[in-house]
């Protein structure tokens, strides 16, 4: 069955058919597709379309349909285009011509932009939940593992020392982006289409604020033309989803490194490692390649959708029948790395004497420079001058540490006996006490702010029903 | 010069020097570098680092170099590896050895990031001028263009009629969403890196608070590892860019359609249109062309961003520096293109009567169906019966209006002789009245929210003084 | 079952199996994974590893899996990680430890990559016999379309007269690109990785010459390390497929402009068009607007694959895994859209008046400047000259053909009375005889050629049996 | 200047001329504009449009306009919208009339898509010297390296023992992939776009196969409606482009792996490597982060021009003038990127002690499970017997070479005193002697074919004379 065959004096080719049919895909919009037509149902009545006694029946229908589809009893039918042509094809079996009533001044085009929004919105908060979970993952680790300290790095190179926790929780931030990112898109997305017909509005008097409210919508769409055609929502999710991605591959990448032999630093539990077909000794992070190599994935998604976007003419046109599935193929792939990376982290193994032998004395160079400047050197001066110290170190194969005070001193006259209190790693940074450094008494401020952000989801779970 | 050159023993080969400096595009960056720099040496003497005088003349040195560098008198020299070198440098032979105190306890990594994002904070309320500009060119139209109806499409087929000023308008909401997603820019944007030194965090006593403040952000940032790391900004920033492309491209397809012969809606004003090296005769909308075709410069900008960004191993990798050329392409791009389009809107001719010719009775079958609705024949039926009447229109090579009251009857009984009224095209649009739709009440209700919307910036200009 | 249990000793974490398993895509390979297990067994015996009897065995036993795969009966086991552990799961359940023997000396990492560029070796035919039936429909078109003249565009202005044959063999040759870059693909794809093992090459003395020859392969793989983890193919494959997918939107964006109410040049068939759940005058070239959509997704596709490969550490990484999807997801939409476009293009009705009407003496500005330059006019001059006779013609609201020799003769006195001849649409098509020009002499011509290069498979279809 | 006033009333708006003009990016075609205007004249000469005298002359003024150009003293003028006006109206100055006599039956259309063509085709060659000195230092290194074994890592674990050079070489193939990549877009773009005028073919007679062959082109294109539509030689070369950078990027990941202390088996020298202005002992892999960087960039490049071409619908279309920027972006990268590079491989030092160090015996587990397959123990088991001599062995943690036999033979009968042998590293990568395996005899013969290659151009350096 098609809603539009009117007109048309032969069907469909079978494979222009396939090609057009999105039942495949758009059947996870069943329930948004219910709940937006018994409110449509609503606004019928309201507006003097159909009676009480008809919404109700129709009411009970939809609640019929809705039932049959969570339960995976309906019926399907080869001839059903979509999920629309699919809901309102059941209803006229139990119904009768009553439900010919239901599409009454909407369009397939307001229609579907609703029940995807719908389904957005009613998602969002599991995704906020996977998110803050992985946040929470990361915060057990910061407070298990306080009291150890790992090499910093940048460029990949050592840097300077920081405490374990304090860089846990670089992992966090970048999260708590992603759930602002995610509470705007909900205001984005809570603007309903509904009302606006094909593109030019119904010609029914649908009280459009009563509609939104009545589906937990904040407003009614402004112009009819432009909401059809509006697909903004869904790049900005998966613009949302592309960001958080990068931001597991950059956690899976610092896994996957510290699992290393060469780091040492961490190793994964067996529940969350996989073997070789080959190799019997290996022990292989494949989560968390998968998390990182999925990150492409998501950029990927969000690209081809922008292109599509890219210059079409009319309000409405087919091509945004193509924003459904990479929504969805972004959705399902957060939905299945989230909970498996922060299973890992808070099962995974430190050997924190292995990250404390990463802290030579070199690590401290900026700290020597430091000193040199509390004793009055210009910072760029010191700088310099302890370059020159790092490399008569190397030259000599010793450590900074290990470098005599007369060495020092003939490098620079600044340098006295308490030079070497400077290599201490624990020392580095606890003068590093600044809002958001690494010094304990910082983190555990930080820690605090993580732990209140824990607790404040920014996406109400309740959209739905309000 | 470069800042580092203490332990290298020997120079940066020369091609390794062009491929990693970046003074050639982070220069766009010397008035924020020398803003930034001011509040540093002040945040340097609250925390006891360099004294009030010494923070005076490097106040006066900074000054000297903004001015400079605004005048266009400032002389880079070939070893000037970034903008912060050529400025480090040339407050060193402004100040002398004192200059060697600014770099105390920062790092080029939260230097960098801090610039880049008061850079953003200083242009995005431009960028919001020129949106605005924009929209204030739509409602221009809408208003000047009062009283016109044009056939509104959906898959580029004409579907029903619409006010012109309503299809305006329709490209003026997204430039609204464009605006509010930079509003929520702003806000990620505003938040303080520096006082991170290179990721551990500075070991001086800053009130990174009161630096926040000073320099016009709400707060510093919480991880001084994730800090340095932290691109978000610029990656939300392109997909910002990028969509309001694709707003643009949309806008631009709608004008280059209609500025078609077989359209005839609109004519390009000359100021705005180009001609042909060889076809005389040609009158070439190459700007919104171009318009269109950057839409996909700007996708590409930002999915190759969102590739650099992805699986970096550290907090500061030196692929970071890739995040300035597409920053500053997305920024010029949108600020050459929006100010043309404005101008061509407003300059632009429209043929009124030609969208009149294409008010077909055929685009009011929705209207005939809803006057069946309206004669109790419920939609879905009512809707496979006007469907046999375009039929049998089209066979009969006459349109809808000159069929016969027994050829409608013939078809179904509840026609009667008011089924005429149906085609004027005024009362199909006047039917539209509820909120978003077309009628004349719903879009003089439309624009004055529009107008609302055009006074109250969501950017505040004064960012940078706060 | 795992093919790498053996140190683990907890299994693993059930969602970090769902991300992990592969199955759900990979299944797709069984052929494949069959038909190189065979080739691998054949190479063993060889080897001396297994006597011939045991390599009979094994043969059979993978014919039987393959079989089953095939019906449709093979009975997938929750535990199967993979294609490849799931042939080998059900081998052993047939021949019992013999089965054990055939994964000696390879690898999961050699093994897939053989399997997958098996299967696009296999499949890549029938991709060239879709594009093939597109053209064949192209051809069609304008052999049966001969005679009949449209206006050709630039910058969706009418610029010149062009046969509507021409027009449509410009759709033809992007397709034979396509097919020159997917037979340049085979030589790439037909590289054998088998006898890499995971990385170091197998320690097996296989004639890997000879395997590559038994599976159709051109030679073996010259760097083992480099074999596991090259996919140039599967990004090569995704580049070609997103460029036929341009190729095809190009077509598509044609046909849904020309098939508008304001062209008129085409109607879409019944069976390839689709109407309005609202507005039942509504026939909608769905089915190319879907071609044009999933250009956009293609491209995603591509820039997803290239994000997942970059800066990939290892030689085998997990996030290689990302690769199948893209491809079978390209492969698939190819296979859905090409015979959709040639049905709908050999069964489309053209409008020659339409066109015909379209061809206003505006068009033949060129030859008028070219009739100017035969008189002896340098050419820019006569540019310029015929721009004042546009403008002048518009201002009198006359078309060029309307002038009187006299306003001609006004502006330039080169012109004589034979400058009406001009305004013959079929004389400036004729004069186009150039080689790829557009006078029917020389589109018979290109005709001739575009018929040679159908009969020409580029990519031969027994890749497999070779 | 523009070479289409005549029509127009008004000139062009300041911004929009901003918008529309090429001419800060097209002056790179000077020379190929030039050079296809010769060519051009000589045609025109031929098919009776221009005498010899008057070919001469122009011929003669262009040489001086290229001259000019090439010296840098040519004299932009502010109205040059693009290079071809630019060199059209110089050529006016210095000709006088007889200038505009060059456009005749040509178009800016078939002129700058020959001109890019002939610019890619110039300059391709250049591009194949710098990837083939690439991979010259490659093949350097293999050489020196010789004799130094390292783990060879699959998911970043240590895997299997190869030798350096082979591990050299696997970054050699891919560079010569790339090659035959841009060998077949050669071919692809070697199709000569002139003479086919606007888009419906020159009225002139012109030879284009002896225009092609005067221009180094294979043939004159097909179809001139796509001829002047045809930018897949752009995408080709930008998809080329994106996948040289991947494999640089994977590259540059495992150099800057080896740079890490925690792996140590690479050290940059000075020349290559830079500094910190904040941590003095900071020696950071920079370049090579960059090359990891604008693998990112190129494939945003690529992406951006495939969004750019989706859906166009004419032949030519102002939107195809985004095509230059990313075609030479993308040249400018790699032809920074590459050089660097392999001046970084050929002057870094290894650390073959650290790289021994690192095969521990577990690398050879797989060798064990050979070892028990050569006594006859089916692969499947004897890997799960090895994964339980791992497990003993990390238990008691002890290496698999400090088991007593005892324990060896308690997990499996099969072990005897043999098996001590297996932990050789030498014995086992000589084992791997398959084509393509890591064996010195191996990697000897695939040395010679690398060598081969080098000596081989895929691309003749002398395109633009032939």
């Given at each position: 069955m098609t809603l539009w065959g009117g007109r048309f004096q032969s069907s469909l080719d079978p494979q222009a058919w396939a090609l057009n049919a999105s039942l495949s895909f758009d059947r996870r919009l069943g329930q948004q597709d219910v709940r937006a037509s018994q409110a449509w149902a609503n606004a019928l009545q309201a507006a003097g379309v159909i009676d009480a006694q008809e919404n109700e029946r129709i009411h009970a229908g939809l609640q019929q349909v809705g039932h049959e589809l969570q339960q995976g009893t309906f019926a399907f039918q080869p001839?059903?285009?979509d999920i629309h042509t699919a809901v309102e094809r059941r209803l006229g079996e139990i119904?009768?011509?009553?439900?010919?009533?239901?599409?009454?001044?909407?369009s397939r085009n307001d229609q579907v932009a609703t029940d995807l929004r719908l389904w957005l919105l009613d998602h969002l908060p599991e995704l906020e939940s996977a998110l803050i979970d992985l946040q929470s993952a990361l915060v057990m680790r910061a407070e298990a593992d306080h009291g150890t300290l790992l090499p910093g790095y940048t460029h990949l190179q050592r840097a300077q020392p920081v405490l374990l926790s304090h860089w846990w929780l670089s992992f966090f931030w970048p999260l708590q982006r992603d759930r602002e990112r995610l509470a705007n898109l909900v205001k984005l997305t809570a603007?309903?289409?509904?009302?606006s017909g094909a593109l030019a509005?119904?010609?029914?008097?649908?009280?459009r604020f009563a509609l939104a409210k009545n589906l937990g919508f904040d407003r009614p769409s402004p112009n009819s033309i432009d909401a059809v055609a509006d697909r903004d929502f869904v790049a900005e999710f998966l613009f949302c989803a592309a960001l958080t991605g990068i931001h597991l591959s950059k956690l899976a990448e610092a896994v996957i490194l510290f699992s290393t032999t060469e780091f040492g630093y961490i190793e994964l539990p067996d529940q969350y490692a996989t073997g070789s077909s080959l190799m019997p000794q290996k022990k292989n992070p494949d989560v968390f390649e998968l998390a990182r190599g999925k990150a492409g994935s998501l950029i990927g998604l969000l690209s081809g959708l922008l292109a599509t976007l890219k210059?079409?003419?009319?309000?409405?046109?087919?091509?945004?029948?193509?924003?459904?599935l990479p929504l969805f193929q972004a959705f399902d792939t957060l939905g299945v790395v989230l909970p498996v990376l922060a299973g890992a982290l808070r099962t995974l193994r430190i050997y924190p004497e292995r990250m404390q032998a990463g802290?030579?004395?070199?690590?401290?160079a900026t700290d020597l420079a430091d000193y040199l400047v509390a004793k009055g050197v210009p910072f760029r001066e010191a700088h310099t001058v302890v370059g020159k110290v790092v490399v008569w170190a190397a030259q000599q194969a010793r450590s900074l540490a290990e470098l005599e005070l007369a060495e020092y001193q003939a490098l620079h006259?600044?340098?006295?006996?308490?030079?070497?209190?400077?290599?201490d790693p624990w020392a580095s940074v606890a003068r590093?006490?600044?809002?958001?450094?690494?010094?304990p008494a910082a983190v555990a401020t930080q820690l605090e702010l993580a732990k209140t952000a824990l607790q404040n989801?920014?996406?109400?779970?309740?959209e739905q029903e309000s």
């Open positions: 001839g059903d285009e119904l009768g011509p009553l439900a010919g009533k239901l599409h009454t001044g909407r603007v309903l289409p509904l009302g509005g119904t010609p029914y008097p649908i009280d210059g079409l003419p009319s309000s409405y046109d087919k091509d945004l029948q193509e924003d459904k802290l030579e004395a070199g690590l401290m006259p600044s340098f006295t006996a308490d030079v070497y209190r400077v290599f590093r006490e600044v809002t958001g450094g690494t010094a989801r920014l996406i109400s779970t309740g």
